[in-house]
């Protein structure tokens, strides 16, 4: 630090002192500010009152994200950054997630994490139109497009970044001739099917032929005369109804015998326990993901054992994901990158972060990973 030097005074016999250099005072170290919107439901504790099992599950996801959060906070203040965290409780209660929306403290934040749950982020960003902070939906896969908020950082890929992931891996990867899209006739399998051609036709140029059947008990007899005895023969799966997983897979489970199969199928599958792994890597389903962790990785051994020293028990995945978030988000706060968003990517411990601006509802993450069943379980097929 370095000062302009001051005229010494006259020398006298009243005044014959060195000159006073005047004091600067060092710059103030940036604070960040983040506000934390979670469902705690505290009000649950009050006399008379108890949580239900629902509640006690939302509160459990509350306090393993604040914890991972607050981690990452911790770690990146002691390189040196700063912050100041304020956490707010949503209660899973679109009133009070409006309320929020109008506390001072909140509107006047850097940033504000949260609400999670769907509801409570259209409640929030409802009023939410004048802020020029950004607000990051954290866990929710919920499409942007349901809240309308150019200020909106959609972290969680939604359902048709996956549908996108599959149709390229199958164009760049398998190069078919067709794809059979099974159907089970629910209409909600539509957010999945639309995305898909969309991208499949795009991609291939319309070279991939797309082939649709709603599946009626498992009958499959009228795709044999378009089916292929020599080569791999492609079905995307967007169904989620149990029954009809398990009849459709068994009757492509005889089919493959005579036919290669290679099954896509939707997202959720790998919590669906009733799905047999020897089963789905017969028919050499291949499943994408956005939040699966690699418990054996060097990174993530390093995180589990912080968080136990920290805080004497197991990380949950949302202990996961708000680490994550944290030292991403932190990162970007504290070094003024916030607007370079689409241009910094970052590899977590649950998936990787690169995301696109979409005009009116924000910043998405767009990144999905591939994984295929081998050795009967869930490997990265990419």
């Known amino acids: ?29 940036k604070v960040s500010n983040i506000a934390l919107v979670l469902p705690f439901g505290l009000d649950h504790l009050a006399p008379g009152s108890s949580y239900t099992p629902v509640s006690l599950r939302e509160a459990d996801i509350a306090l393993g994200y604040y914890k991972g959060f607050k981690m990452a906070l911790d770690s990146l203040t002691a390189s040196g950054y700063n912050f100041k965290l304020r956490v707010y409780d949503s209660r899973d209660q679109k009133a009070q997630a409006y309320a929020l929306a109008n506390n001072p403290a909140i509107r006047t934040s850097d940033l504000i994490v949260g609400p999670v749950f769907p509801d409570d982020v259209k409640a929030f960003t409802s009023i939410y139109t004048i802020g020029r902070q950004p607000i990051v939906s954290p866990l929710s896969p919920a499409s942007p497009a349901n809240y309308k908020n150019p200020e909106l950082i ?58 649709e059947l709603t599946v009626v008990h498992g009958q499959l007899g009228s795709l044999i005369p378009q089916l292929s ?72 051994l390093a995180f589990v054992k912080q968080y136990r020293n920290t805080y004497h028990a197991e990380p949950n995945s949302y202990a996961i994901k708000g680490f ?43 990144h999905v990973n591939m994984y295929k069943y081998a050795n009967f379980e869930l490997k990265k097929a990419e």
Request: aromatic share 10%; hydrophobic share 40%.
């Open 229 to 300: 005895p020599g080569g791999k023969n492609i079905f995307m799966i967007p169904g989620t109804d149990q029954h009809f997983l398990s009849v459709t897979l068994r009757a492509l489970d005889t089919l493959s015998k005579s036919y290669p199969t290679t099954v896509f199928g939707h997202p959720n599958w790998i919590n669906f326990s009733f799905l047999k792994a020897d089963l789905l890597q017969r028919l050499d389903t291949h499943v994408t993901s956005a939040d699966r962790v690699d418990y054996k990785a060097d990174n993530t």
């Open 154 to 211: 959609t972290i969680i890929p939604p359902l048709e970044y996956h549908a996108r992931s599959a149709a390229k891996y199958i164009n760049n990867k398998m190069h078919p001739d067709k794809v059979f899209i099974l159907r089970s006739g629910f209409s909600d399998e539509n957010e999945y099917i639309i995305p898909f051609k969309k991208a499949i036709d795009s991609l291939s140029k319309k070279h991939i032929k797309v082939i």
């Open 324 to 366: 994550d978030e944290g030292m991403y988000l932190g990162k970007l706060l504290a070094t003024d990158s916030m607007k370079n968003i689409t241009s910094i990517n970052f590899m977590g411990l649950h998936n990787d972060f690169e995301f696109e601006k979409k005009p009116g509802i924000g910043w998405v993450n767009t």
């Open 1 to 29: 630090m370095s000062t302009q030097p001051v005229k010494s005074a006259p020398k006298s016999a009243a005044n014959n002192q060195a000159a006073v250099q005047p004091v600067v005072k060092p710059a103030a170290p």
